[in-house]
């Protein structure tokens, strides 16, 4: 089993769409998760760190599950921008600089 | 501005050969990572430092070597011992222990035939 595993996708959804990626996560202390952005041949960008409490950005929702072991990510309205593919990363301890990232969930945004 | 640069951003290589990646950052971090990126995989670590002369091997370190002797600087050598050096290396870094938070270079694709 992969220690972080998200749906490849991809997910075509016309502008305005709301669209939700999940992830799942294997190692049980695990400490942080993130949300980062890679857009075709590019580098990966972080999108926004996820809480346990859930957090928001803008038209960008984060929800964390421990009990589940799950990551979502909710983004409304969205735009033809948006399209790229989302990673999922996982700190796996709250000390450790290593992170485990996931394969990626592409999103294609048409008009 | 600061940011993390990588040189170059295409490189290709006869097999057999050792070829070296350049990565600098001017953000004043104290660790800094390489990550190999093949298509429709995630991130895979290859080396970390955090802090300078000191370095530690990922999960798939095997024909790669780094050194670390200055704070900006994280050069990654791609041995002819390496099996399948053809991929995307990303460098990044990231400031103390706030190791979620990572900034990465633009890339270096490598093309080794």
């Known amino acids: 089993r992969k220690e972080v595993e998200q749906d490849p996708g991809p997910f075509n959804v016309p502008e305005g769409a709301t669209v939700a990626f999940n992830c799942t996560y294997s190692n049980s202390a695990s400490q942080s998760f993130f949300w980062y952005r890679q857009d075709c041949r590019k580098e990966p960008k972080l999108l926004m760190s996820?809480?346990?409490s859930g957090n928001e950005d803008g038209r960008f929702t984060a929800q964390l599950n421990r009990a589940s072991q799950y990551i979502s990510l909710l983004i409304r309205d969205s735009k033809l921008s948006d399209s790229a593919t989302y990673l999922c990363?996982?700190?796996?301890?709250?000390?450790?600089?290593?992170?485990?990232f996931g394969s990626g969930t592409r999103l294609l945004v048409r008009p | 501005d600061g940011g993390i640069t990588q040189s170059p951003k295409y490189l290709f290589r006869k097999e057999g050969q050792n070829v070296t990646l350049s990565c600098e950052q001017n953000l004043n971090h104290d660790a800094m990572y390489w990550y190999r990126q093949d298509p429709g995989q995630g991130l895979r670590l290859i080396y970390y430092?955090?802090?300078?002369?000191?370095?530690q091997k990922g999960d798939i370190a095997e024909g790669y070597s780094v050194s670390r002797e200055k704070k900006e600087s994280f050069p990654l050598t791609v041995t002819s011992a390496q099996k399948n050096p053809t991929a995307f290396y990303l460098c990044?870094?990231?400031?103390?222990?706030?190791?979620?938070?990572?900034?990465f270079g633009p890339g270096t694709r490598l093309t080794v035939t």
């Open positions: 990363v996982v700190n796996p301890e709250d000390s450790s600089y290593k992170l485990i």
């Open positions: 990044a870094s990231t400031e103390g222990d706030r190791g979620g938070e990572q900034y």
């Open positions: 996820v809480y346990s």
């Open positions: 430092s955090q802090i300078v002369n000191d370095f």
